[in-house]
C-alpha cells in the first residue's frame, strides 16, 4: 500500500542522516520507526490491563487460534469439566 505523508523538512533531514548512519533507505528507516512505536504502545498498553483484562485478552488469541472445524460433542466437552 502507497501513502503519502507530509514531513517537516528538519524532521525529513535528521531522518536522511540517520538513514545514512544505519544504511538503511528513508522507508526502511521510517517503516522501522513505526514499528517500533506500535511495540512500545502496545507494552505500554498491556502493562496497563488489570489481571482480568489480561485473561481476556489471553483467552481471546487462543480462541483465534483455535481450528474452527474441529468441532467436540456436549458429552467431550462435560467430559472434560468433569
Sequence with gaps: MRKNIDIDESVLT???ILSAFE???VKALLEKAVSFYVEYKEN??????????KEDLGL????QQADRNDIATR???MNILD
Excluded: G, I
Design 23 to 25: 544504511d538503511l533507505s
Design 60 to 63: 481471546l488469541l487462543l480462541m
Design 44 to 53: 505500554e498498553r498491556l502493562k496497563a490491563l488489570t489481571n482480568e483484562e
Design 14 to 16: 535528521k531522518v536522511k
Design 75 to 77: 458429552e467431550e466437552v
